[in-house]
C-alpha cells in the first residue's frame, strides 16, 4: 500500500508540487481551535497499518509545533505503522549552546521532542553552526537536502557573469559550490555579529569584478542586515546592481522591504517558506528523496 500524505499548514502552491505524484496517497486531516485557543485534531482517512508521511511548515513554529505532535500521537494511537516528517524548513536551530548563563538550549530540547513522536526526518539546508550534522541532537534518522543545484540553475537562467558572495565563513561550504557549479568566482564576507540586529562586516576588496553581477546568498534571510550592509557597500564602489537569494524566506522587521529599498535589483527565496519572493521550488528534491525510503 502506498504510503499516505498528510499536509500541515504547508501553502497549497508547495502541496501542488505533490498531488499528481503516484508515489503517495493524499489524506485529509482536520485541524481547527476551539474558542479558547485549544486544538482540535481529526483524522478524515483511515490510518491504521499506513505509513505516514506529513509535509509540514513549522516557520513561526510555536503555533504549529502542538498540533503536530498532537497530530502524530492521535496517528499512533489509530493504529499507523510508521510517521515520517518533511519539514522544509526546521526551526529551532539558533540556540545550539548555552551563550548566558539560565539560557535554554532549545535546539536539543525541541529535536528531542520531535525525536519521540516521529520515526524519521527530512528537511532542506538547516542551519547547521555548531553542530556538525543533525544526528548530534536527533534520536531518528534524519536526511539534510541541499538547494544548491536548484539555486545554480536559476542562476545560470537569469544572470549573466554573476559574483557569488557569501555573508560569513559558514557559507562558504554551498556558496563553493554554487560557484564551482557555474564556473564562477565567489567572495566570502567576514561578519562579526554583536547583537540579534548588530553586524560588522569586513568586506574583500571586489576591484576586479566591476563587470560581473553580484549574487548574494545566504541559507536564511532574517533580519536582513547583512544584506542591507552589503548593497550599500557595493553601491558605493560601483558595482553592478545585486541580486539576493536565500533558502529559507524568514524576512523578519520587515527585512524584504529594506533590502529592496537599499537597491537590490531582486530577492529571490525558495520556497521552504510561503512567500511572495519565492521563485525556487524545492519540491522536486523531496520527491526525489522519498522515492529512496523503503515503506
Not at 493524499?26 to 483524522?43: A, C, H, M, W
Not at 547547521?128 to 536559476?154: C, F, G, Q
Request: glycine share 4%.
Amino acid at each position: 500500500m502506498k504510503p499516505l500524505l498528510l499536509s500541515l499548514y504547508t501553502s497549497p502552491s508547495f502541496l501542488d508540487g505533490f498531488k499528481d505524484s503516484s508515489q503517495f496517497d493524499l489524506g485529509n486531516l482536520t485541524v481547527r481551535e476551539f474558542p479558547d485557543q485549544e486544538s482540535y485534531i481529526k483524522y478524515d482517512t483511515d490510518v491504521k497499518k499506513r505509513d505516514l508521511v506529513f509535509i509540514v511548515a513549522l516557520d513561526k513554529p510555536n503555533s504549529k509545533f502542538l498540533p503536530l505532535i498532537f497530530a502524530s500521537q492521535t496517528a499512533r494511537e489509530l493504529g499507523a505503522r510508521s510517521i515520517g516528517l518533511i519539514v522544509p524548513y526546521l526551526p529551532y536551530m539558533r540556540q545550539d549552546k548555552q551563550f548566558l548563563s539560565g539560557e535554554a538550549v532549545t535546539s536539543k530540547y525541541f529535536a528531542k521532542m520531535l525525536s519521540d513522536n516521529i520515526d524519521w526526518l527530512i528537511t532542506i539546508d538547516p542551519h547547521l553552526h555548531r553542530y556538525h550534522s543533525l544526528n548530534e541532537i536527533y534520536k531518528i534518522p534524519t536526511t539534510v537536502l541541499h538547494a544548491n543545484d536548484l539555486i545554480s540553475t536559476w542562476v545560470q537562467q537569469h544572470v549573466s557573469s554573476p559574483l557569488i558572495i557569501g555573508p560569513d565563513s559558514e557559507s562558504e561550504q554551498w556558496v563553493a559550490t554554487i560557484a564551482k557549479t557555474l564556473n564562477s568566482p565567489y567572495k566570502i564576507l567576514e561578519k562579526i555579529r554583536k547583537g540579534d540586529n548588530i553586524v560588522q562586516i569586513k568586506f574583500p576588496n571586489f576591484s576586479d569584478y566591476q563587470d560581473f553581477t553580484p549574487v548574494l546568498v545566504d541559507d536564511i534571510i532574517s533580519t536582513g542586515t547583512t544584506m542591507v550592509e552589503t548593497i550599500t557597500h557595493l553601491k558605493n564602489i560601483k558595482m553592478k546592481v545585486p541580486i539576493c537569494i536565500g533558502v529559507h524566506a524568514i524576512f523578519a522587521h520587515h527585512a524584504y522591504e529594506n533590502i529592496l529599498a537599499a537597491g537590490a535589483k531582486s530577492v529571490i527565496t525558495c520556497n521552504t517558506i510561503e512567500h511572495i519572493s519565492n521563485a525556487i521550488d524545492v519540491s522536486s528534491l523531496i520527491k526525489t528523496c522519498l522515492t529512496n525510503i523503503k515503506f
